[in-house]
T-cell receptor, first 114, second 113 residues
Framework: DSGVTQTPKHLITATGQRVTLRCSPRSGDLSVYWYQQSLDQGLQFLIQYYNGEERAKGNILERFSAQQFPDLHSELNLSSLELGDSALYFC?????????????FGAGSRLTVL | DQQVKQNSPSLSVQEGRISILNCDYTNSMFDYFLWYKKYPAEGPTFLISISSIKDKNEDGRFTVFLNKSAKHLSLHIVPSQPGDSAVYFCAASAGGSNYKLTFGKGTLLTVNP
């Protein structure tokens, strides 16, 4: 157990729908990162939050949004879902907001869009 | 544009032998490199890292080598064990900014007993 908790583990939904993925970071970690792993792809950085504020943005679609709450958990909202959004979504956390810290990953949420 | 490339999707080795996993990168701004290991149904876990000021870092059975001129790094596992069977991801970052780790597609290592 890495200490990073992601729910749900699996999610099946239809095109056009909206889903919310949730992440609780490791105790004491202030930064949360979201990554997407599509089939046969490496992990693609989506977005980072540090202590409630957006810190960095990667290749995140406009249909996707995220936030980090005062208790430091984070949610990734995916809307108007398309077949191509089917992927593993990983959350990771670190203590700080920058520097060469090691990311601790959760087990991921597998999203299937039918 | 894939900035971190792992050209071997899979690798199979015998238990006790050396496993060598390779990674190439194109972005000369990368200055910190990491290897992550991933088992099925789990998230990636950190294995070993190396800063661009070094050319080698060792941790037990795992050694990472960095060749900056060739923009190439490799992970050596000696001796390989069946429990090492997993997907290995190479990752890189620039300017010490871990939030933009750029990952390769991974190499599936199978260690046969």
């Amino acid at each position: 157990d890495s200490g990073v908790t992601q729910t749900p583990k699996h999610l099946i939904t239809a095109t056009g729908q909206r889903v919310t993925l949730r992440c609780s970071p490791r105790s004491g970690d202030l930064s949360v990162y979201w990554y997407q792993q599509s089939l046969d792809q490496g992990l693609q950085f989506l977005i980072q939050y540090y202590n409630g504020e957006e810190r960095a943005k990667g290749n995140i679609l406009e249909r996707f949004s995220a936030q980090q709450f005062p208790d430091l958990h984070s949610e990734l909202n995916l809307s108007s879902l398309e077949l191509g959004d089917s992927a593993l979504y990983f959350c990771a956390s670190t203590r700080g907001g920058s520097g060469a810290n090691v990311l601790t990953f959760g087990a991921g949420s597998r999203l299937t869009v039918l | 544009d894939q900035q971190v490339k792992q050209n071997s999707p899979s690798l199979s080795v015998q238990e006790g032998r050396i496993s060598i996993l390779n990674c190439d990168y194109t972005n000369s701004m990368f200055d910190y490199f990491l290897w992550y290991k991933k088992y099925p149904a789990e998230g990636p876990t950190f294995l070993i890292s190396i800063s661009s000021i070094k050319d080698k870092n060792e941790d037990g059975r795992f050694t990472v080598f960095l060749n900056k001129s060739a923009k190439h790094l490799s992970l050596h596992i000696v001796p390989s064990q069946p429990g090492d069977s997993a997907v290995y991801f190479c990752a890189a970052s620039a300017g010490g900014s871990n939030y933009k780790l750029t990952f390769g597609k991974g190499t599936l290592l199978t260690v046969n007993p």
